[in-house]
């Protein structure tokens, strides 16, 4: 019996050993699909970021372009801005003030002595001559009418 238990034991052992090594066998395979995808998943996660940097890279180029640009505008319109404020400290606006003073007080005397012109016009003197004027112009009319009628005009 003791032989025939062994046999059994023996038995019963490779049967669970064999069941065993399948499973190691299946935990392997499982292993080597869980590393082929780890390996593939950093693969891919190396590669978005390679592809991440270039952008950032060029992004940074593209930024740093505009910028360089900006500063070139810049540059040029505080140029131009230093040329204009030299070019007004330059300009005699104290002159250009002074004259426009002087134009504006003979522009000042001249209607001034307009207006004592037009004062010292006796405008009951005007009226009585443009009376005369007018009886003149009507004495002056009916003698041209007088002269139309004797020739039938």
Known sequence: ????IKK???ADLNEH?????????KDNKRDAVKDNVRT????????????????????????????????????SA?????????????????????????LTENAADGVSTTMEKIDS???????????RLDETTQAFQATVEALNNPFGH
């Open 1 to 4: 019996m003791s032989e025939e």
């Open 78 to 102: 505080i140029t131009t801005l230093n040329e204009v404020a030299n070019d007004i400290h330059s300009a005699d606006l104290v002159g250009m003030a002074d004259q426009l003073k002087a």
């Open 40 to 75: 593939i998943a950093a693969v891919i996660m190396a590669a978005s970021a390679a592809v991440i940097a270039l952008a950032v890279v060029l992004l940074i180029n593209n930024i740093n372009n505009k910028i360089n640009a900006i500063y070139v505008k810049a540059d």
């Open 121 to 131: 016009i006796d405008i009951e003197h005007l009226n009585d001559t443009i009376e």
């Open 8 to 10: 059994d034991t023996t």
């Open 17 to 25: 050993l064999s069941d065993i090594k399948e499973e190691m066998k």
